[in-house]
């Protein structure tokens, strides 16, 4: 190899698009009377070739990404946990952090609900929540038979109303695509987003973990509906593929026909 | 503000979901690159698992404006680095800039047995060699060649100037070069 535009590296900068307008001018021009050099071109298509065949591994052998999922939560865990150990709460401190979601909570039900309400040509007939689902959160340890009544109401219905959202995006045809199609399940999901949450940090303070499990796969399936680019249709299905590797149609259909 | 700065933010803010919903977006390509790096699924895993506990740990200095993708490279990158190190550094003290630089450029442990036992497939035999480059030009042909970023892009994620980068891409190359050569020289013997 004795020419000076292989040894230099710039005729790998050619190959890789890294050269300016003049700069390629200039190999190109060197490259019609240079076999040494249209030869280690040729090399470097055919390694592009060669590791362009070759399988993409973009996911664990398995195919599988629970184990790595969980794996990956131990040790987050860990880590919250060591910041606690640093700077511990005080068990007191929990109360303001639940007045405010509680305030949160009312403020977003009675929006969703007055949206609801205006919206009801589209949606069928659910009365808006009032204070009713804060309870749990506030009222923490001060539950009683009618107060869990009231919360399981309240969260059968939150459940039903999820599922427009969750049964609109699946019914929909990826290759019959158009953004607008499924602005409105984007909307309601927004809406519907924060309240999941507060019903799952319910669910959680009540010990009622299989519940706690399945607004959590809502919360993830409505948070990524509510920011995902509506242009794109492979987002749709994404959400698709995510809403039955959780199968969490049936998981809400369980907790709507069976109760809490 | 984009779908990625707004789900760092509320996973800043502790809500763990969002942060589930991160990985989860972007899992796929941490695992390409942490195994094009690595070259076997348990490294990889092993990679993987360490960018989204630095991510984790550094959410709330993401800069809102920045690129994710550009975010999360320079972590990957920096933690298929410190993977090697770990593994074959374990027990050593922590090193100068320039023993880090002379690890950087040290060729890799000389290969055993099985893995000088390639397959016939041109495109193994250069993944295996790819496996085998010293550390600082695997990092740059990986982010290169299967990452497509460019030579300046490589440059600011790794903190290098843009001609080193250029020198290890070069060096990188032209190893391959020889590996494609000598396969194909062991394919001519092969077939006569």
Known sequence: ?260 | MSADAELVSRAAGGDSSAFQVLVERHRSMVYRVAYQFAGNHHDAEDIAQDVFIKVFRSLDRFRQDAQLTSWLYRIIMNACIDHRRRTRFASSAALGDEAEQRMLNAPEETPGPEERAYGSELGQVLETEIGRLPKGQRVVFVMRHHQGMKLCEIASALGLAEGTVKRQLHAAVHRLREALRQARVTAGEGAR
């Not at chain 1, 919250?80 to 949160?104: D, N, W």
């Not at chain 1, 069928?124 to 399981?152: E, I, L, R, W």
């Not at chain 1, 680019?229 to 994404?238: I, N």
Request: aromatic share 6%.
């Open chain 1, 1 to 260: 190899m004795n020419c000076n535009l292989h040894t230099s590296g710039d005729l790998d900068l050619y190959f890789y698009d890294e050269l300016n307008v003049a700069e390629r001018r200039t190999v190109e021009g060197h490259l019609s009377g240079c076999s040494e050099c249209r030869a280690a071109l040729d090399e470097l298509r055919v390694i592009r070739e060669a590791l362009a065949s070759r399988p993409d591994v973009s996911a664990p052998a398995s195919g599988d990404w629970s184990a790595f999922m969980t794996r990956l939560d131990t040790s987050i865990t860990q880590e919250r946990l060591g910041s606690f150990a640093v700077v511990p709460l005080k068990p007191s401190s929990r109360r303001p952090y639940i007045g405010y979601l509680a305030m949160a909570a009312l403020l977003a039900l009675v929006t969703v609900g007055v949206t609801m309400a205006l919206r009801s040509p589209h949606v069928p007939a659910a009365p808006a929540p009032t204070v009713a689902p804060v309870a749990p959160v506030v009222q923490q340890n001060q539950s009683s038979p009618a107060k869990d009544a009231a919360f399981t109401a309240m969260t059968e219905e939150h459940f039903e109303r999820s599922k427009l959202v969750v049964l609109g995006l699946v019914a929909k045809r990826p290759e019959e695509f158009k953004a607008a199609d499924w602005a409105y399940e984007r909307e309601l999901a927004t809406g519907l987003l924060n309240d999941t949450r507060l019903y799952r940090l319910a669910a959680e303070d009540r010990g009622l973990n299989k519940l706690a499990g399945v607004m959590k796969d809502l919360e993830i399936v409505l948070l990524q509906t509510s920011l995902t680019d509506d242009k794109d249709p492979s987002s749709l299905q994404q959400i698709q593929r995510l809403i039955r590797r959780r199968d969490l149609i049936e998981k809400m259909d369980v907790v709507t026909t069976t109760g809490l």
